[in-house]
């Protein structure tokens, strides 16, 4: 075994031990020579203890001490065997780890105060809720361009300012480091610098985020101790950026090493990123690496962009156009539902509490801090409560409540700024029962979307499998998403809940080992129950589209930072129709003569007046408002009735 590792002990404490009992504990440790750190891990106490002499046993046998165990990785701190949960980190308003990707851009180097303030905002407003750059630049050469230093770095922290954007700068020595802390939301620990360890500890101890480059030929478990080094200094927010190791292949600059990702995710709780830019040094791959990196399972990444590259002071040849960028940048919100996550998104700069927003000038809103309660339908695990959390954030203050209508309700009566709700399913198409709500509560609108895969698991007790089950227990659109699998077990009987989530409860409840549920994999995990098959749904394409909902408010409307375009680009209404023939032709034709598309249109009975119908259609809204406003006029003519269920900015 290698020399440094002097033994690690986890101890949990009971969570009702006593103070004085809590004291011998530490008492036996400290005078046995441990270094001893607390920390609390979902409501349980847990202490580490470095050092040599005692014995599992000798500390297991100790009142309120509940179990003791034994790491077997030298990196202590950054091991997922001290902690379970992923780590979230914090720079400024964004949150790096979790459900949510986050991509750092800017130039490799500050060139100058308009140089950074341009390509900080060109990338602001594609997405990049970071702006990274360097002030001080480590460079192979001593007559390469060295960096403008702490005049680049308040160039750079004035032009994120502006913006609202946090910034990330490069960090080369340990003095440098105390002068910069002010300046610098994240530090950053460069390749060349990942096993300087006076600059680590200094770092570490000013206990602000930092990012650790993975060296150029350091292993994965070299890397970890680099990170180790960081957590042990007293920062608890590392996040590690893989930037592509040393090969024997020379085509590109370094070799990406995707498969780092996982591994280390297994390994540690920090948040990985990837440098795509330094990884293959061409301009050309940078895009292909990107969209690899998140497809594996990437919490970010970091890209070099540059309003004009070639002119570039340091690493132009792998410095995006900001052009190429936005098209990354839309890419990755296409790709982002497949992995179960949303891209990051930054309010608008300047941003209001609540924002102004009509129907003649929708796109002047602005973003409202999200400080009140969001409210979905269920218990923790439901689809509706991973939306939330993709969409706002794993902080995002929840309400849960037991049916659609009382998410509805929720919004309306103030106890929620916001709801969730299912609109349309990718499979089993609208769930009318929410467009029924929406002229149910016509101060209710939507003012945003999201798009989230749904994976289905059957799941039950503990000793349950799937030939002891009679009975499943599912919200309907679980079973209509399931069918296929169901009807391979006919003899089932179905029975339908209010919600995923109640019928998890049920079950749990109630013991049995013949019924089992149909959620997700977050309720099983949340509730104790075994999968017995995940992934029933009938086709892997299947998504679920949810609309984020608000109170309507006298020409202003809640908007919420989710990923989309920068303004609202969709309407979603429902009109009726005169008795008269053509009259549907008509109110179609109001909308396709001012040009405006058409994305759905369905027909749904109105209630208490049989064979009568209300028509849904979602449009996308043209660059020019006008041609909307002009449309929706000559609809009201020709309506019976007319309501508009949202004006929204469209997910990917
Ligand atoms: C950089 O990010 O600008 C940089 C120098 O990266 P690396 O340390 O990964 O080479
Ligand atoms: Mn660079």
Redesign the pocket.
Known sequence: MPDYIIGTMIIILSKEISAHDKKLVYSLLKDSGYTVREQTLCGDTLISASGKGLAMHELEILPGVERVAQTSKPYELASRETRADDTIVSVGPVKIGGARIVVIAGP??VESREQIAEVAERVRDSGAVIL?G?AF??RTSPYAFQGLGMKGLEYMKQAGEALGMPIVT?VVSPELATEMKDLTDMF?I???NMQNFELLKRVGALRKPVLL?RGASATIEEWLLSAEYLLASGTNDVIL?E?GIRTFETFTRNTLDISAIPVVKGLSHLPVIV?PS?ALGIRAYVHAAALSAIAVGADGL?V?VHCNPDKAFS?GPQSLYPDQFEKLMRDIEALAPVTGKELQRLPPPNAKKVSEISFSSAWTAAFSLITEKIAFSGRSGAFAERALINAFGEDADRLPVSSFSGVFDAVLDGRAAFGMVPVENSLTGSVHENYDLFLRYPDVVMTGEIKLRIVHCLMANEGADLSSIKTVRSHAQGFAQCRDFLDKHAEWYLEIHPTTTDAVLSIVKDGSKNAAAIASEAAANAHGLVILKAGIENNLQNYTRFAIIARKQEGKQLIPAVSGPKKPNKASLVFSVKDEPGALISCLGSLSGEGINMTKLESRPILGSPWSYMFYVDLAIPEDEALFNKALDALKKQAVKLQILGVYRAAA
Request: glycine share 10%; hydrophobic share 10%; charged share 45%.
């Open positions: 490799c180097a990274r360097g630049k480590p490069e950053q460069g390749a060349r480059k950026c930037r440098d330094h970091t070099e690493d």
